[in-house]
């Protein structure tokens, strides 16, 4: 691989496939390996041995680094953000990295702001403001 | 980034396993998938295999001929870990080297931040090694910090990826 076609998740460029596949927030993640986890200890004695590695870091990550405690808000989230046009994959970096400020929004996902895009500094913040509000009534 | 995947395996179920009760043939069937879910850890195309969250076909099954053993296609859902170049992060520091930081995020847990990618901290060796800036703000073991991906190796024999990362550039750093 080299120059344009370089994977760069900042200017979107990941692949088609990856474009297209649905992308979940860490939120929607721990909702489901909590789900998964709670099973397994129905049907097994011992839950954590029937675990493998991978699953119970990744359920570490996703209940320290999820913003949105509760499954409710973690709909709304994703509601809400689904309303401004984004690609799947920006869509779960702002709803994980909960930016504050547009300059931080823009930071994190640079490609919002690419040529051809009608995301206005006025549409991010109102979609920020209407993301801090969940958490506020969280 | 966790991704949401459909993937087509073929599960094969040795001649002693099958059963002409359709319902533990399934559970069978079920069981081995788990479990080669589980070892194969992980694909480069794919990432990290997390979780199976649904089986939506198991197609008919073809018998090997010389040892009896039937092959079936399987259709399901899961969860996956892949990392992409450019992406942000959230993590954790694991260690401080002189030369470095390694960060983990989950399962994707070795995160190499070189030295010169740290941004405008110093090195200050002691008995617990930090890392320092003007504003005395510090990165130690277990500080949470915000970077980007910006190099990914995929190591075949380990199947893991080893990744570069870089907490230099806006906003990014301890959070």
Known sequence: ?138 | MFLKAKLSWNILITCENLNSNELTLHKTIILQLLNEFSTRRATEEHGYFIAVISLDKVGDGKVRTLTGDVLFPVDFTCITLKPFRGEVLDGVVDKVLKNGLFLKAGPLDSVFVPSKTIGKFQYVHGEIPIFLNEKMERLEKDTTVRFRVFGIQWKESDRCFRMLGTLDGGLLGPV
């Open chain 1, 1 to 138: 691989m080299s120059g344009e076609d370089e994977e760069n998740a900042s200017e979107l460029k990941i692949g088609e496939e990856f474009l297209k596949a649905k992308c979940l927030m860490n939120g929607e993640v721990a909702q489901i390996l909590d789900h998964k986890y709670q099973q397994l200890e129905q049907i097994s004695d011992d839950p954590m041995n029937q675990m493998s590695q991978v699953f119970e870091k990744s359920q570490q990550y996703v209940k320290r680094f999820s913003r949105y405690k509760n499954a409710n808000s973690v709909k709304q989230v994703r509601e809400i953000l689904s309303r401004h046009q984004l690609a799947e994959f920006e869509l779960c970096v702002l709803g994980n990295l909960c930016p504050e400020t547009v300059e931080e929004a823009v930071a994190m996902v640079p490609s919002v702001k690419t040529k051809g895009r009608s995301h206005t500094d006025d549409a991010i913040e109102k979609m920020l403001h209407d993301l801090s509000l969940i958490k506020k009534f969280e």
